[in-house]
Nanobody
Framework: QVQLQESGGGLVQAGGSLKLSCSAS????????MAWFRQAPGKEREFVAIISWSGRTTYYTDSVKGRFTISRDNAKKQVSLQMSSLKPEDTARYYC????????????????????WGQGTQVTVSS
């Protein structure tokens, strides 16, 4: 099981940028497909993005396409989420999650089972 710790959240004005990072403490990080989810107050948890274990395949929810970029560094055991052109509706607690099993389909990325979750980091976008 991979233990995860997010960082990089904060308060930013609309149109601004933030970079979230997620560090894994256990091996083997490189076999995990890594994803970001978010949850706003009073709302259900929402899938944001996923990157395959190799880094070759990514998938984003429509609302963040073109604004967010997910990346990973297996040597450093980190996954990042670069967020640009932020909107107030991006305000949420962001969680990283890992899964060993992803068939690269959007459906499984969104609804599949994830082995590990971090505690989350808060992102607040002011208008």
């Amino acid at each position: 099981q991979v233990q995860l710790q997010e960082s990089g959240g904060g308060l930013v004005q609309a149109g601004g940028s933030l970079k979230l990072s997620c560090s894994a403490s256990l091996r083997p990080f490189s076999i995990y497909n890594m994803a970001w989810f978010r949850q706003a107050p009073g709302k259900e948890r929402e899938f944001v993005a996923i990157i395959s274990w190799s880094g070759r395949t990514t998938y984003y929810t429509d609302s963040v396409k073109g604004r967010f970029t997910i990346s990973r560094d297996n040597a450093k055991k980190q996954v990042s989420l670069q967020m640009s052109s932020l909107k107030p509706e991006d305000t949420a607690r962001y969680y990283c999650a890992g899964t060993r099993y992803w068939d690269t389909t959007p459906d499984q990325a969104i609804t599949g089972s994830y082995d590990s979750w971090g505690q989350g980091t808060q992102v607040t976008v002011s208008s």
